[in-house]
């Protein structure tokens, strides 16, 4: 079983359907974009079919319009985004399906660009619906699928419709994701480090259980370390922990003692009483019972600095902290800034720890930053992405 790539195929004169992932922040006044990244990540994939003068058709979802016509989730905007960085007019139905769409794109020439309105205007699309998918699928020749944030969704335009094309496979950027992430699991150059924040344990217990299989040493920061102190009998004070949780935290650790993966957890904390911009602060070894740890101290920030050094793979998700609020940014700033100096290959997934990245300007430091925060996790749990199974041929 393999995927093919858009480079295996001949794309002059064709219609070829690429699958994006449009889904990017609005102006909530104007509708402007403002935040192009992911348009930018597609275009690549979009610039090469271009260039090989194809009939070109992207499709993409936006928000959560639930299954109808919003006037906020229209693409209307994107198309003029998308227009302005390709220097081209794109073409903008004013629906997904349909006669007006069918006949839009049976007269296209080859270099031109049609850009689809939002798909999940159709509930159709999220119920992985077979004549919705026949429907889609009937506009092109190739099917394209660059939207790895949308990988783990089994949908009509990422799995559905991919039935009913014979010449099928992947963009660039979902490429790059797959070999990047696939690498982390298949053959990590060691030490492998994986960095493992945010708020809860539960969200990362599929990820850690697959991951002690493959990392050297794990390092835990965020709220979710406060629930693995806790399962070592140390004091949590007010921090946010999941008391259902600590039984399976002290089998994680147990776990991965048995297995010779070092877990480190942090030896001080920035503590407060509330979580509140600019709040009055102090560094303790042991927390407070009236106080919240909402960052990692000093010391664990040097500790941690050293281990990110040595390695020679690193895997990041979840932030140190509270970061979205000064001063309880200190921790993951200074994580960005030491994977970002590493020799290491880095993969970042998750958009916290992208934000974190840009936040502190080293993302064009760090060798992969994953654009699917979910169907990152997923795909490093060892599962199999339904938008990427529907590919092989």
Known sequence: MTIKSIRDFELEGRRVFIRVDFNVPLDKNTGAVTDDTRIRASLPTINYALERKARLILASHLGRPKGKPVKEFSLFNVADRLSELIDKEVIFPDDCVGDGVKKIVKEMQPGQVVLLENLRFHPEEEANDQVFSEKLASLCEIYINDAFGTAHRAHASTVGMAKYVKDKGVGFLMEKELQYLGRLLENPEPPFL????????????????????????????????????????????????????????????????????????????????????????RTVKQIPPEMMALDIGPETIELYRKEISRAKTIFWNGPAGAFETPPFDRGTMELARAVAGSEAMSVIGGGDSVSAVNKAGVADKITHISTGGGASLEFLEGRELPGVAALKV
């Open 194 to 281: 994986a960095i493992l924040g945010g708020a809860k344990v539960s969200d990362k217990i599929p990820v850690i259980s697959n991951l002690l299989g493959k990392v050297n040493e794990l390092l835990v920061c965020g709220a979710m370390a406060y629930t693995f102190l806790l399962s070592k009998d140390q004091a949590a004070g007010k921090s946010l922990v999941e008391e259902d949780k600590v039984g399976l935290a002290k089998e994680i650790l147990e776990r991965a003692a048995s297995r010779k993966v070092k877990i480190f957890l942090p030896i001080d904390h920035i503590v407060a009483k509330a979580l509140q911009p600019n709040a009055e602060t």
